[in-house]
C-alpha cells in the first residue's frame, strides 16, 4: 500500500492560483507533494482545471510518482470523448489506474434511472476490455447513496461489480461511513473483492455532508486504521488522502497513516 495526493491544501491552492506561468504551476505540485512525503498522485481533472492546468501537459519529471487518474461528477453516463481523453492521458503518462464515480441520477424518474443503468453497463463493458488491452485497471466508486447515485446501498453496488469481476474497486470509506456503514460492514461488503484503492479522510454522522466528510485524521469518530490494515496487503494498493483541509491537516494526516495512528499531540488532547 502506498499513499497518494489528492488536494494540496488550503494555503497551498490559494498559491498555485497566483502563479502566473504553467510550468512554475507544475513544479509546484510536484514539489507540494514531494514535501508531504507522497509516492504518488492521483489526478482528478475538475481540480487541476481549477488550477488552469490540462493533464495533458503533465510534465515527464512526474514518473517519479506512482500516478492515477480519477473522474467525478458523472451526470446520468459518462461521455464518451471525457472517457477517450482519459484513457489518452493515462497511456501517455503511464498511469496504473482511471477510476469513476457511479453516474449522479438526482432528480430521474425509475424509468430513467434504470435507462441509465443500462448505458452504464454499456460503457463499462466497452471501456473495460480497452483497460485490459492497455495494461490499465478500471475502478468503480464506491457512493452508494441513493437519492443521488446509481446505487442504492453497497448491496446494488456489490451487485454491479461482481458483474465484472476484472472491474477495479475504489472504496471510499468516508463517505460509506458516513452513509451509515461500519467499518465492519464496509468490510464485509467488500473484502474480497477486485479492491485497487481507497479514498481516505476522517468522518462525522449526523452533520452536513459537507461538514461530514473529507476530515482530517483524528477530526472524526471513524476507526480508520481498521479499514486500512484489513485492506493494506493488497499488491499495489493506491491510497488517496482525499481531505479537504489546510496544508497542516494534511501533512499531519499522511504522518499519522504513515506512523500507523500516532496522533500529533495537539489532537491527542482534543
Known amino acids: 500500500m502506498y499513499f497518494t495526493m489528492d488536494e494540496i491544501g488550503f494555503a ?15 513544479k509546484f505540485i510536484y514539489e507540494v507533494a ?19 492546468l490540462d ?3 503533465i510534465p515527464a519529471y512526474f514518473q517519479d510518482f506512482k500516478l492515477t487518474l480519477h473522474f467525478s461528477g458523472l451526470y446520468r453516463n459518462i461521455p464518451e470523448p471525457k472517457l477517450t481523453k482519459a484513457f489518452e492521458i493515462a497511456t501517455q503518462h503511464g498511469m496504473h489506474d482511471i477510476s469513476l464515480h457511479p453516474p449522479d441520477i438526482y432528480g430521474l424518474s425509475s424509468s430513467e434511472k434504470s435507462l441509465c443503468y443500462d448505458l452504464f453497463r454499456k460503457t463499462i463493458e466497452k471501456w473495460l476490455e480497452i483497460a485490459l488491452k492497455n495494461g490499465i485497471t478500471l475502478s468503480l466508486e464506491s457512493h452508494v447513496e441513493g437519492r443521488y447515485f ?3 446501498g453497497l448491496e446494488e453496488y456489490v451487485e454491479f461489480i461482481d458483474l465484472y469481476p476484472e472491474l477495479g474497486v ?31 479522510s476522517d468522518a462525522l454522522r449526523g452533520v452536513d455532508i459537507k461538514e461530514g466528510t473529507h476530515l482530517a485524521i483524528g477530526h472524526g469518530t471513524m ?12 499488491p499495489e494498493l493506491y491510497s488517496v488522502l482525499e481531505i479537504k483541509a489546510d ?24
Not at 12 to 26: G, L, M
Not at 223 to 234: Q, R
Not at 250 to 270: E, F, K, T, W, Y
Open 150 to 152: 446509481l446505487f442504492d
Open 170 to 200: 475504489l472504496i471510499d470509506i468516508s463517505h460509506n461511513y458516513f452513509d451509515g456503514y461500519t467499518e465492519d460492514e464496509i468490510i464485509s461488503f467488500l473484502s474480497g473483492k477486485n479492491v485497487k484503492g481507497l479514498h481516505i
Open 55 to 57: 493533464l495533458s501537459g
Open 247 to 270: 496544508n497542516e491537516g494534511i501533512a499531519d494526516s499522511l504522518r499519522v497513516l504513515q506512523q500507523g495512528g500516532n496522533l500529533p499531540p495537539r489532537l491527542q488532547s482534543s
Open 223 to 234: 476507526d480508520v486504521f481498521k479499514l486500512l490494515n484489513h485492506f493494506a496487503d493488497i
Open 12 to 26: 497551498n491552492t490559494k498559491k498555485i492560483k497566483n502563479i502566473t506561468a504553467e510550468p512554475e504551476r507544475w
Open 34 to 52: 514531494k514535501t508531504y512525503g507522497f509516492e504518488g498522485v492521483h489526478f482528478t481533472p475538475e481540480l487541476y482545471e481549477e488550477f488552469g
